[in-house]
């Protein structure tokens, strides 16, 4: 080894994570002269590292060997190439690429308008952003740094990098209190700096530059190492004004959390919600119209509902038209420190059902309940807060029935009774092995929020549930002559959302040989395809992509110009509806003709 690469390694060995880089450099080359099936599984690699700890009397670790391959391919040293499965295997947590991009969430500073509502099972610790504890992974990570964006956001891609993740395609998911009460200079700020971080993160700490305007930085990270491809942030259901959604997309926000909770006002006034589901409606609406992505929040459990009202309440929400969302977060209401609802629990005027019995039988089926009717279009994210259990040292929740894993022990009794999950989420190909000639693209067409909506999907058949590799959404119906948004007068045809499953790939990545996994291997352009066919069939004549900003070059590259906040382009309206109506007269009319002939020899 030269005395070069052993000061080299030795600088990213400063941690006890990398305690002996010369053995660990050693082991990695023993094993990437191995078959790539001998590690391409938990099992395989940690057998590989049981047999080269004998041989070196070393023990190693996967997140040790990550850093250290990483490492040696960055400095495109001899004997060391780029092995796919290899890589693979060395990511530590690695569902947190799995999905097709990397989620980044970061904290809003705590502040006394962080919400000016007061819902009684909402959390409301002092020093923390209303709706969240200070133990929570994002929190605990906000207050080592004071809340500071550009820290918070530096910390976690250094984390991120260090265990593996590509960390070029990020969705930011803004966290704490109603994004929409936070002083409005906050907010930008807050977003102008979301994007610094991205667009400086590989640049000399030492020497920071000047921070741009909002405007500036986006158009910095068109073409950044580091894209922001989405940003989400939590709002409610009437905060969401033609005002809103102006502001929203200047930041450059792309998907929108409401709490929606529940369909029936009785209970929403009970814990002071301060909205009805009228309001809930109005807001996926409007909020659809522009291409947002919306996710919503339900409560099942909430005090005075019963199982049957829940189960009500889901099945107006995911077979109705008025509020079927993008994606839907289970929240079952908890016992949770600081909340109105947990005075109430302890003084005995609220007894959650879930706890009628010691295994939450009720609620268990009214989540199953839940699964069984989840249509292919919408992503279930989460069964259940990420609260911890609440302990004498430790916040949280308290429940005498409902286990941390809450999702788990519903899929698994699901699936026990033939109910498998169609979600999107469950659905997803992860990093699944698959043969590219079974990929079928498939049309879904359903009416939502006083449109048609087309779920065009990319999937291969499976017993039980699809493998799906990716979608697009596509909304017809916005006819939008008093549009709020100049660009999208006329019949605008609008994509709001484009997304390809699979471990995250680096912008413009191919392997070696040419082959890839579901991302770069062209299901992306197909789709785009198919869904500006069926406008141009439907006779649109623009097509609208609510485009995150990190992303806008790959629609240019595919004929789409930036107008306003949205990537566009005009398309050619097909003759095909028409020549088939003029086909269908002309037969209809030699029909006619034909008779009459045949009657007048009569």
Known sequence: MSAAFQDSIEDIASTPLIPNPPKTKLILKDIIKMD???????????????????????????????MVYRYLLKKSLPHYPYIEPLWNALITKSVRSESGIVN???????????????????????GMPRSYLS???????????????????????????????????????????????????????????????????????????????????????????????????????????????????????????????HTDDTLLRRVNRGHGIKQSKAAIKLLKNYGFKVEIHIMADLPGATPEGDMECYKQVLQGEDLIPDYMKDYPCLDVDFTKIKEWKAEGKWTPYAEATP?????????????????????????????????????????TSIKSNLAQIVKDDAEKLGIYCQCIRCCE??????????????????????????????????????????????????????????????????????????RVKHVGYKDPDGKTGSQHFGIGKMLLSIAESISS??????????????????????????RGSYMMKNIEISMFPTICIITAIVIILWGIIYRLCIMHKL
């Not at 806008?552 to 930036?562: A, M």
Request: charged residues 30%; neutral net charge.
């Open 36 to 66: 790539p099936s001998s590690y391409d599984t938990s099992e395989g690699l940690n057998s590989c590292f049981r047999i080269l700890a004998k041989k070196y009397k070393y023990q190693t670790s996967k997140r040790e060997l990550g």
């Open 104 to 126: 980044v969430s970061i904290s809003l500073p705590p502040n006394q308008f962080s919400c000016k509502y007061n819902c009684h099972f909402c959390p409301n610790e002092p």
């Open 135 to 261: 133990n929570e992974d994002v929190f605990k990570r906000a207050l080592v740094v004071d809340f500071d964006t550009v820290k918070q956001v530096y910390n976690r891609l250094d984390v991120l990098e260090k265990n593996g993740h590509p960390i070029d395609k990020l969705e930011f998911r803004v966290l704490g209190g109603t994004f929409s009460c936070y002083d409005k200079d906050l907010a930008d700020t807050f977003v102008r700096d979301l994007y610094y971080s991205a667009n400086t993160y590989y640049e000399d700490p030492e020497n920071p530059r000047e921070r741009g305007t909002i405007e500036e930085e986006q158009a910095i990270n068109v073409t950044a190492k580091v894209h922001v491809v989405g940003l989400g942030v939590e709002t409610r259901p009437d905060e969401i004004k033609d005002a809103e959604i102006i502001r929203f997309r200047r930041y450059g926000i792309t998907r929108v959390e409401i709490g929606v909770q």
């Open 359 to 399: 295994d939450a039988a009720d609620l268990k089926r009214v989540l199953i309940y839940r699964q069984s009717i989840t249509p292919p279009w919408v992503r279930v994210n989460r069964i259940q807060r990420d609260f911890q259990e609440a302990r004498e040292d430790n916040l949280g929740y308290t429940s």
């Open 429 to 502: 190909v992860s990093n699944e092995k698959y043969n590219k000639d079974d990929i079928q693209y498939l049309v879904r067409m359903f009416v939502a929020s006083g449109s048609i909506e087309y779920y065009i999907s990319a999937e291969i058949s499976r017993p039980n549930r699809p493998l799906l590799l990716g979608f697009i959404r596509l909304r017809h119906g916005n006819v939008l002559e008093n549009s709020i948004i100049p660009e999208l007068k006329g019949k605008t045809a609008m994509i709001r959302e484009l997304h390809v499953y699979g």
């Open 537 to 562: 069939r439907a006779r649109y004549e623009q097509m609208a992509i609510i485009s995150g900003i990190g992303v806008r070059d790959y629609y240019k590259k595919r004929g789409y110009e930036l």
